[in-house]
């Protein structure tokens, strides 16, 4: 695992999240259905900026938990807020508004798809993570909170289009105010629910703290 000698990575396993301390950054641990489990990945860095240290160490976490499977990570993501479905925002789409809005890299997306309503339009997109486009996923999902990674084998895997379609369905609710945040919990549910992995990023960047959360539906901890 590649580490530089200013940052340290550490891995936490929680069982049984409803029954432990663990919280999250954000969300109502309540929420999450059944009996779920977290692999906690983290990163002390004293580089405060953006994943720039702690995103390449929690890849190779990542990398090495899937390496004896067919298993990849993908992140299905959605556009920030709703726009009016103005012709230069349906140009931009879901990548190019990133980069433009967000200062995001090119992430190499599967596929992007629009949902209209009335005049609104909100866009949302799948993408394989790898070491080129992690820091950027991982910065964007923890500002923004608009969008999931989840394990898959694949598009070729009936579960990957059925678990886009059930994420879109969240995405399709559109708020009276035109902002959006995905419920990341109600995410989880869904991805859990196809017998995949969940995992979420968070940043404190006051603490130079960054870690991914990775949830799953049992109890056993592939990492050790």
């Known amino acids: 695992m590649s580490t530089s ?11 049984d999240v409803k029954g432990s301390d663990y919280e999250f950054n954000r969300f109502d641990k309540a929420d999450l259905k059944n009996v779920v489990s977290v692999l906690k990945l983290f990163v002390t860095t004293v580089s405060y900026s953006n994943w720039s240290e702690a995103a390449a160490v ?3 976490a990542i990398a090495k938990r899937f390496s004896s499977s067919a298993i990849d990570v993908y992140c299905f993501i959605a ?22 809005d967000f200062e995001v890299g090119p992430l190499g997306f599967l596929f992007e798809k629009e949902i209209v309503n009335d005049n609104d339009v909100i866009f949302y997109g799948v993408v394989k993570l790898t070491s080129e486009n992690a820091r950027s996923i ?9 969008g999931v990674l989840f394990s898959s084998q694949g598009p070729n895997d009936p579960s990957f289009s059925l678990l886009v ?3 879109a369905s969240i995405v399709a609710v559109k708020p009276k105010s035109l902002t959006f945040n995905l419920n990341i919990v109600e995410a989880i549910n869904f991805i859990l629910g196809k017998g995949l992995e969940a995992l979420f990023p968070y940043a404190w960047e ?10 799953e539906g049992n109890c056993v901890d592939r990492l050790a």
Not at 206 to 213: A, N, P, Q, R, S
């Open 165 to 167: 379609e059930e994420l």
């Open 206 to 215: 006051e603490t130079g703290e960054y870690h991914l959360d990775i949830f």
């Open 58 to 60: 929690i890849h190779d």
């Open 79 to 100: 556009s920030p807020y709703w726009k009016k479905g103005t012709h230069i925002v349906r140009h931009y789409g879901l990548g190019g508004a990133l980069e433009k």
């Open 138 to 146: 991982f910065n964007l999902l923890s500002i923004s909170e608009n």
């Open 5 to 15: 000698a200013m940052s340290k990575f550490y891995s936490e396993y929680v069982p």
